[in-house]
């Protein structure tokens, strides 16, 4: 069973450059999210998605783009990188939307723009 | 304001006891989840306490009162691959909230 599955792993950008990062997951899941983490903080929630065509803006989604056009994958853009978004990136997904189970977590994507 | 507050590192000697704090002052509370991140690794899940009281399971035990706005984290017979940073997450209705996390170090 895959769980979570996020590439790439790492990624280094520059200054301006677009990318996307990939989530997807196999555990027919609702709802699905991405955080950034960052030294001496929280976990900070993105954008988040209730279901196929759902998405919205979480704590932090200036800069970030998502979309959901089925259950399985998330992807996450960045539109014009900056290096205020260097940090690692986890793509996380929960059975129910009501927030009452356990969230499941990609491997996360330490990405660097210079 | 949401906050929550966690010590930052912990230290421990392995074969000890370690508890690890978390108080929380938040517009909602609905639950705390206490999840475990090795260094580089993704968080993985642990435990999770919506009533007042204690929740063993193994030799971890999570305990949580509502009323002052505080848990915690209870590490027995702490093992060498216990060294782990240790995040606090408070459900307020259809989000959490994150806590810094505590990186505790265990000594042989």
Redesign the interface.
């Known amino acids: 069973n895959a769980g979570v599955t996020q590439t790439p792993k790492f990624q280094v950008l520059k200054t301006g450059q677009s990318m996307t990062l990939q989530c997807a997951q196999d555990m027919n899941h609702e709802y699905m999210s991405w955080y950034r983490q960052d030294p ?6 993105i954008h988040y998605s209730v279901g196929a065509g759902i998405t919205d803006q ?1 704590e932090v989604p200036n800069g970030y783009n998502v979309s959901r056009s089925t259950t399985e994958d998330f992807p996450l853009r960045l539109l014009s990188a900056a290096p205020s978004q260097t940090s690692v990136y ?1 793509c996380a997904s929960r059975l129910d ?4 189970g ?7 994507s330490r990405l660097t723009v210079l | 304001g949401q906050n929550i507050d966690q010590p930052t590192e912990m230290t421990a000697t392995e074969g000890a006891i370690v508890q690890i704090n978390c108080t929380y002052q938040t517009s909602g509370f609905n639950g705390l989840f206490w999840y475990q991140q090795h260094a580089g690794e993704a968080p993985t899940f642990l435990s999770y306490n919506v009533l007042d009281g204690l929740e063993e399971k193994g030799r971890f035990s999570s305990f949580l009162s509502r009323s002052k706005g505080y848990s915690y984290l209870l590490l027995k017979e702490l093992q060498m691959k216990d060294s782990a940073s240790y995040l606090c997450a408070v459900r307020n209705n259809y989000q959490l909230i994150w806590g810094a996390g505590t990186k505790l170090i265990i000594k042989p």
């Open positions: 001496g903080m929280g976990l900070r929630l979480g986890f939307v009501r927030n009452t356990e969230l499941f977590f990609g491997e996360g």
